[in-house]
C-alpha cells in the first residue's frame, strides 16, 4: 500500500468508508453522501485504488431482472483502514482552531 | 363550398403539423437521452486503451444508467443529470488515466499478441464468452496491475468484438497452452 497526502476532500471520501469497513461503496452513493461532483470523486477514487487503498468489485444483481449492468463498488482495505484513522486524525488536529485564552469574570471580585 | 374546402384543408394541415411536431420531438428526446453516454464515450477516447474498455463498460457506464434510473420520467431533470455526470467524467477522464496508468506502471504489463489458438482452448475460450467460431482470437492486453488493481485480459476477437476476463481461469489456460506449444 502506497503512502497518500490527505486532502481536505480526501478525507471526506474516507470518513465515508470508515463509517462501515465492510460496506462496499458505490461512485453515486458517494457522490451523495460527500456532495462532490463526478470530476472531482472518480479521479479521487481511482487514486485510492491505484494507491492500493481500495478495492474494486462488481454488484451482484441479474442485470435483466434489474435492468441495468451491474455497478462497481469499492471497499477500503484493512491497512488502509488504520492508516486513513491515523491520517485523519492529524488532519483534524491540523485544521483545529487554536483554543480561546483563559475566560475571567470582568469586574469579578471572586 | 371554397370556404369549406379551406377549412378541411386547415383542420387536416394543424393535425399534420402536429403530428410531425411529436414526432420531431420523440426525435430530439430520443437522441438528446443518448448526449450523456456519447460523452462519456468520448471520455473513453481520452483514456489509455488498456483502461478504456473497464472505466467505460463497468464503471461509468453502469453508474450513469443507475443514476438515471429514477429520473425516467422526467426528460429535462434527467438529461441535466445525464450530461453533468458525464462532463465531469469527461473533465477528469485525463487524470483517471494518468492516475491508473502510472500505477500499473510500476510493474510492465505484459503483452501477449496475436495469438493462435489451440481447437480445445479455443473451444474453451468461445464456450466462456458464448460467441461463435472464430479462427484466432488476439489478446490485445495483458494488464498486469499492481496492488490491489485487479488484473484484466482483454479479448479482440476477429471481427472487432471486445471481451474482458479476469485472468484467474484464463492465466492457467494460457499456461497450459504455452506448456503444450
Excluded at chain 1, 481536505?8 to 453522501?33: I, N
Excluded at chain 2, 403539423?17 to 456519447?38: F, N, Y
Excluded at chain 2, 484466432?136 to 496492488?147: H, I, N, P
Aim: net charge positive; proline share 5%.
Amino acid at each position: 500500500m502506497q503512502d497518500l497526502d490527505i486532502t481536505p476532500k480526501m478525507a471526506t471520501v474516507l470518513k465515508v468508508f470508515l463509517e462501515d469497513l465492510d460496506q462496499p461503496r458505490y461512485g453515486f452513493e458517494l457522490m451523495k453522501l460527500t456532495g462532490m461532483a463526478s470530476g472531482s470523486l472518480y479521479p479521487m477514487l481511482a487514486k485510492f485504488e491505484a494507491a492500493g487503498w481500495l478495492t474494486r468489485g462488481k454488484e451482484d444483481i441479474d442485470p435483466r431482472a434489474a435492468g441495468r449492468p451491474p455497478r462497481t463498488h469499492y471497499t477500503i482495505t484493512g491497512a488502509a483502514a488504520s492508516s486513513a484513522r491515523i491520517q485523519l486524525a492529524e488532519l483534524s488536529e491540523r485544521y483545529r482552531p487554536p483554543a480561546l485564552g483563559r475566560l475571567r469574570p470582568q469586574g469579578g471580585t471572586a | 363550398v371554397s370556404a369549406f374546402l379551406w377549412t378541411a384543408l386547415g383542420v387536416l394541415g394543424s393535425f399534420g403539423l402536429a403530428a410531425i411536431g411529436d414526432m420531431m420531438s420523440e426525435e430530439v428526446r430520443d437522441r438528446l437521452d443518448h448526449l450523456p453516454q456519447a460523452i462519456l464515450r468520448l471520455a473513453a477516447m481520452r483514456v489509455n486503451e488498456m483502461e478504456r474498455a473497464i472505466l467505460y463498460e463497468e464503471v461509468w457506464l453502469p453508474d450513469l444508467a443507475y443514476f438515471l434510473r429514477g429520473d425516467e420520467a422526467r426528460p429535462v431533470t434527467r438529461l441535466y443529470h445525464g450530461v453533468r455526470f458525464a462532463l465531469g467524467i469527461l473533465a477528469a477522464s485525463k487524470r483517471i488515466s494518468c492516475t491508473l496508468s502510472s500505477a500499473s506502471g510500476r510493474t510492465p504489463p505484459k503483452q501477449l499478441t496475436r495469438l493462435n489458438l489451440r481447437p480445445k482452448l479455443r473451444n474453451e475460450i468461445q464456450q466462456r464468452l458464448q460467441v461463435n467460431a472464430a479462427s484466432a482470437l488476439s489478446v490485445r492486453a495483458w494488464s498486469s496491475g499492481s496492488g490491489k488493481i485487479q488484473r484484466r485480459v482483454i479479448i479482440t476477437l476477429d471481427d472487432d468484438r471486445r471481451f474482458q476476463m479476469t485472468p484467474g481461469r484464463f492465466e492457467s489456460m494460457i499456461l497450459e497452452e504455452e506448456e503444450r506449444a
